[in-house]
């Protein structure tokens, strides 16, 4: 058996051991053919069709309606935040916003940069950005509404999305995607970086209404305009190909899971056995607000700086990592996206009842 430790990584992030175990086969001769997916041709019938069948599981697994398009692009889910404004945002018009913690500040200050016109119409850093704001009112002027429906580095999540009417909802799902089951019909576009819950970093995918992709301005960056990469099926230039590859594999194996349903049930049960521990005990707090908790993102703090550090280490000995918080807020956070299996969980819940009757 090759080594594996329990990987609560934030991103890049544990990967399904299926797919790695099905690109290790195949890494040298794809299927055979003797060259790797690395070193064959973008415009080969052979990627043709790993790209393809990429799209198409991706519209089965999440139900995606007619008239939306699947593009994968490059500069991550960062360059998003200029990208949007740049392809939605017309000089006449402005945009609202939702700040929900660290990388919706981020989509706003791009949006700035370019000197946009938008508002922020609500927020929640009054309270460290420790719960989802509900009590907003979204122009029915605006382009757009941005938002982030899962706070990577807080560990809050949108519940339920906000009805925006008619007003497209534009939404960075970097660190949720496909965590469960939701409506893609009541957005105007999607973009998530692939290295939390998809594949490796790389690769951005953007799934956005047709009638938005089409309304590109011509005087943006050729890579920046969804018109030219979606219009060309995400080949305008070399795409990322690898990634797209893995992306494909990613969807396969959760659609042998059960799809997404059975995914979100599991992330379910993963994320309460956490929680639980997390409120079964004084010594373990948790930093947000109980009906704005992540089931992908799971902060939480222990007495002190010192016991956070010592927990650290000793859960590293233990075969656990990436349970340090983000610089900007410390603490412990465990990542549980859809790739982190239940046994990693248990593990980790055994070792905080562990270390807590030791040091509680
Ligand atoms: C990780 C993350 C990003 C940044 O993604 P990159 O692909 O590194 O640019 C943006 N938004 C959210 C919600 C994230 O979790």
Partial sequence: MVRRIHNFSAG???LPLPVLEEVQNDLVSYKGEGLSVMEMSHRG?????IIKSAESLMKEIMGIPDGYKVIFMQGGASLQFATVPL????????ADYINTGSWSTKAIQEARKLGKKFNVIASSEDKNFSYI???FKVDKDAAYLHITSNNTIFGT???????TGKIPLVCDMSSDFNCRKFDVSKFGMIYAGAQKNMGPSGVTIVIIKEELMNASPENIPTMCSYKVIGGKDSLYNTPPTFGIYIIKLVLEWMKSVGGLSAIEKINREKADMLYSAIDGTGFYKGTVEKNSRSLMNVPFRLPSEELEKQFIAEAQKNDIIGVKGHRSVGGIRASIYNAVPVDSVKALVDFMRDFESKNG
């Fill in 12 to 14: 890049p992030a544990a």
């Fill in 45 to 49: 019938k052979t990627f043709d069709g």
């Fill in 87 to 94: 392809n939605l945002l017309p000089e006449n018009k402005f």
């Fill in 133 to 135: 704001p509900d009590n």
């Fill in 157 to 163: 999540q949108w519940q339920k999305f906000p009805d």
